[in-house]
């Protein structure tokens, strides 16, 4: 035993499940809450938008799609919203151009507003119902992946996946309150199927071997 005695196997085995025994306490509901909190709203804001940042800094070469998070009230002001933290990193010239915050476009009172302030283009909720989907922008962020991803890894065009998805794939659109105007774009699904339709005529030995891969 622990003092050093020889003991029978009996009083070992007798010895352990006490040592085993636990006491099981039931706790108060209260004290079993999980919360969870946006990554982009609240006093950490700033702080996890510059930690994004600093991640696409470290890699260049890859281009990084970032969920711009789902739409909140508190004390009726809409959350998250990343504007200011992206103004004043900018305006250091320190917003890296290869990371790409998507929301979804959502429909609040009969009035379609963008859902997370502050991302670089938005998905339309019809849009995500169409591919499947539901209205969130984990699941707009993965739209706007593989359309990137289709035209920089399968097509091969000389211009970057980004400038074609912001200039030839995103409308330009605002809403105003009255008083504060935002602007945003959202993804033209009609003008991306005929774009990557065009470029799988020019590339179909391309394309189709990718396809066949998946």
Not at 155 to 176: H, N, P, Q, W, Y
Request: hydrophobic letters at 35%.
């Amino acid at each position: 035993d622990y003092k050093g005695n020889i003991i029978t196997r009996a009083e070992y085995l007798a010895i352990m499940e006490k040592v085993e025994e636990k006491e099981v306490v039931a706790l108060e509901p209260s004290e079993r809450e999980i919360r969870f909190q946006d990554g982009y709203a609240g006093k950490d804001t700033f702080q996890n938008v510059i930690d994004l940042v600093e991640i696409a800094h470290k890699y260049p070469d890859k281009i990084f799609m970032a969920a711009g998070g789902n739409p909140f009230y508190l004390d009726g002001i809409q959350y998250p919203d990343i504007r200011e933290a992206r103004k004043a990193i900018s305006e250091k010239g320190l917003w890296p151009s290869n990371l790409i915050v998507v929301g979804f476009e959502a429909n609040e009172s009969g009035q379609k507003v963008p859902a997370s302030l502050g991302a670089d283009i938005y998905v339309s909720l019809e849009d995500l119902k169409s591919l499947g989907f539901s209205g969130a922008s984990s699941y707009a962020t993965p739209v706007i992946t593989e359309i990137i991803r289709q035209i920089e890894k399968v097509c091969k065009v000389d211009e970057s996946g980004k400038k074609i998805l912001f200039e030839r794939m995103a409308l330009d659109k605002e809403i105003t309150d009255g008083i504060t105007t935002i602007e945003y774009k959202l993804l033209d699904l009609p003008a991306v199927k005929a774009y990557l339709t065009g470029l799988k005529g020019k590339n179909k030995s391309i394309y189709d071997k990718e396809i066949s891969k998946q």
